[in-house]
């Protein structure tokens, strides 16, 4: 007998289907949110044509039955608004290690895409997945594996406020910012704000700081507050900071470049790139992180300044003190 489950009729179903199918409807709504006697009912009636109203004792079989069978379902209470809440249930993914590694190249790749949407969508379907479906062996072993291959969880963020920013990057709108710091604690930006990207775990919210006259990035669960906004469209001749360096060793071997880099010359043991970016602390960063496989050539400014950090490093290191 072949049923469809988006039109089932009563008269083409025995007892013991629309039964079994009463049950199975009942957990996948349960699955979803909490229900009360009177919206399982409503389920159950729009799904069957033909179907009769449930008595509370007859859901309430229903329900015992799906609690025999290892789920664990909260009895309705004041509490729980008199509805029924799925707590646990034995239903639950067992994933092999190559399965979840395959997962976690995924989510590494969506990390590279600058997409902040994509990536916000990416991270509730992993939390979803973590909370209802996923096996607890397999939990444990992809938090092994997610460590071991330096992927960093995900800051969470309010939707919320990052769908209003993005309206506002959309207007270039000028805001002034209640941020707070890691460095300097609270403090109030006036930003003239240009768009929204996802890196290593976290949204960023980029902008012109007027007081300084530079593009720069906020961490957007660092922001405390938008207290005043200049609805008004800003115009900003912004500073573009291009840089020349040249990397030797594994580096060198292993330089993937992105949207802004461009390799302009390249023998068997170095390469030489030149870099452009809005933000010249990111960029700088990123050389830093070569060490000494890297090399800056030009501009004599960054050049002494990217130095001066380094000797002002190790004198800290040398001196004990800590950061």
């Known amino acids: ?141 992809r938090e092994i594996i997610e460590k071991s291959t330096f992927l960093r969880q995900r800051r969470t963020c309010q939707p919320q406020i990052i769908y209003a920013l993005e309206k506002y990057c959309n207007k270039k709108s000028t805001l002034i910012i209640n941020y707070n710091s890691p460095v300097s604690g609270e403090k109030l930006i006036e930003m003239s704000v240009d768009k929204i990207n996802f890196e290593n775990g976290s949204f960023y919210l980029w902008g012109y700081n007027l007081k300084f006259e530079e593009t720069q990035y906020l961490r957007i669960d660092r922001i405390k507050e938008i207290q005043a906004i200049n609805i008004k469209n800003s115009q900003h001749s912004q500073k573009n900071y291009s840089i020349k360096y040249k990397l030797t060793g594994i580096s060198a071997l292993t330089f993937t470049p992105n949207i802004d880099e461009l390799i302009i010359d390249k023998n068997n043991n170095e390469i030489i790139i030149e870099s452009k970016s809005k933000n010249k602390f990111k960029i700088i960063q990123k050389i830093l992180t070569y060490g000494s496989n890297c090399t800056i050539l030009s501009p004599e400014e960054i050049k002494i300044e990217v130095i001066n950090k380094l000797k002002s490093t190790y004198i800290m290191y040398k001196e004990g003190t800590s950061f």
């Open 1 to 141: 007998m072949n049923i469809n489950p988006n039109n089932l009729n009563l008269k083409d179903i025995d007892n013991i289907s629309v039964t079994a199918y009463r049950i199975l409807s009942i957990l996948n709504l349960l699955l979803e949110y909490p229900c009360s006697d009177k919206e399982i009912n409503e389920k159950l009636q729009k799904d069957i044509i033909g179907a009769r109203s449930l008595s509370q004792d007859t859901i309430c079989i229903y329900i015992n039955t799906l609690r025999a069978i290892g789920c664990e379902i909260s009895r309705p209470s004041k509490s729980t608004d008199y509805k029924y809440v799925l707590t646990n249930y034995p239903f639950k993914i067992k994933l092999t290690e190559h399965e979840i590694n395959a997962l976690v190249k995924i989510q590494k790749y969506a990390f590279t895409i600058d997409n902040w949407k994509l990536n916000y969508k990416f991270d509730q379907l992993r939390k979803l997945f973590f909370e209802r479906y996923y096996h607890p062996e397999t939990i444990e072993k």
